[in-house]
């Protein structure tokens, strides 16, 4: 049972590989005007969520 297990780097870089294909995908169809303006609307608003945890994080990561 232990030899199917799948080591937690690998099962990371995995998840972090299906994630940049979709990130790439959503990238291409905004870019071709492909989504509804809902959508855009949600990827505008999380945009702007990740901008501010980024700008909160800056000041511990010059701190450490």
Same mark, same amino acid.
């Given at each position: 049972? &232990?030899?199917?297990? &799948?080591?937690? $780097?690998? =099962? &990371?870089?995995?998840?972090?590989?299906?994630?940049? #294909?979709?990130?790439?995908?959503?990238?291409?169809? #905004?870019?071709?005007?492909?989504?509804?303006?809902?959508? $855009?609307?949600? &990827? #505008?608003?999380? $945009?702007?969520?990740?901008?501010?945890?980024?700008? $909160?994080?800056?000041?511990?990561? =010059?701190?450490?």
């Amino acid at each position: 049972m &232990i030899g199917d297990l &799948i080591p937690r $780097e690998q =099962a &990371i870089a995995d998840a972090r590989a299906v994630l940049d #294909r979709a990130r790439l995908r959503i990238a291409r169809d #905004r870019a071709a005007g492909r989504l509804s303006p809902e959508h $855009e609307l949600i &990827i #505008r608003r999380l $945009e702007r969520a990740q901008r501010r945890r980024a700008a $909160e994080q800056a000041p511990r990561r =010059a701190a450490a």
